[in-house]
């Protein structure tokens, strides 16, 4: 659904564009989920490649989802866990607020730019509400 001219479209000056957001969730994986499994809290940013294109961040969101699925696999969720803050937490508590609910939030985002591009948004899990059945 995001097409080139969408990746670097914004809904206001000094809010990121598509493709910044896109590249945010991606590395923000990998630092969730590096820190989860113990190697500690390093953010790549959210630059985009030079003249992004759809099919390069989707590659780089679906390597982002092995490597976090592969350090999940791997990971003492029973372990600690850093927060940004400094603080220790059991390790599984990222997995919540750094990786499912920091997705979800900026799922919804992405979303809230392709409504306001014109473009109707993917339904979260196959549907749209107006579809499931009464």
Same mark, same amino acid.
């Given at each position: 659904?995001?097409?080139?001219?969408?990746?670097?479209?914004?809904?206001?000056?000094?809010?990121?564009?598509?493709?910044?957001?896109?590249?945010? %969730?991606?590395?923000?994986?990998?630092?969730?989920?590096?820190? %989860?499994?113990?190697?500690?809290?390093?953010?790549?940013?959210?630059?985009?490649?030079?003249?992004?294109?759809?099919?390069?961040?989707?590659?780089?969101?679906?390597?982002?989802?092995?490597?976090?699925?592969?350090?999940?696999?791997?990971?003492?969720?029973?372990?600690?866990?850093?927060?940004?803050?400094?603080?220790?937490?059991?390790?599984?508590?990222?997995?919540?607020?750094?990786? %499912?609910?920091?997705?979800?939030?900026?799922?919804?985002?992405?979303?809230?730019?392709?409504?306001?591009?014109?473009?109707?948004?993917?339904?979260?899990?196959?549907?749209?509400?107006?579809?499931?059945?009464?």
């Amino acid at each position: 659904l995001l097409t080139e001219e969408l990746l670097e479209w914004r809904p206001a000056h000094g809010e990121w564009t598509a493709a910044e957001l896109v590249t945010h %969730i991606a590395n923000s994986r990998l630092m969730n989920s590096a820190n %989860i499994a113990g190697g500690g809290l390093h953010y790549a940013g959210h630059e985009p490649p030079p003249r992004p294109t759809p099919q390069v961040l989707c590659r780089h969101l679906e390597y982002t989802s092995t490597k976090t699925l592969e350090r999940l696999r791997n990971a003492d969720l029973a372990g600690t866990a850093r927060t940004v803050a400094g603080s220790e937490v059991p390790a599984f508590m990222p997995v919540f607020g750094g990786l %499912i609910e920091h997705e979800v939030h900026h799922r919804s985002q992405l979303c809230e730019y392709l409504a306001a591009a014109g473009v109707e948004p993917p339904p979260l899990y196959g549907l749209h509400e107006e579809d499931l059945p009464g």
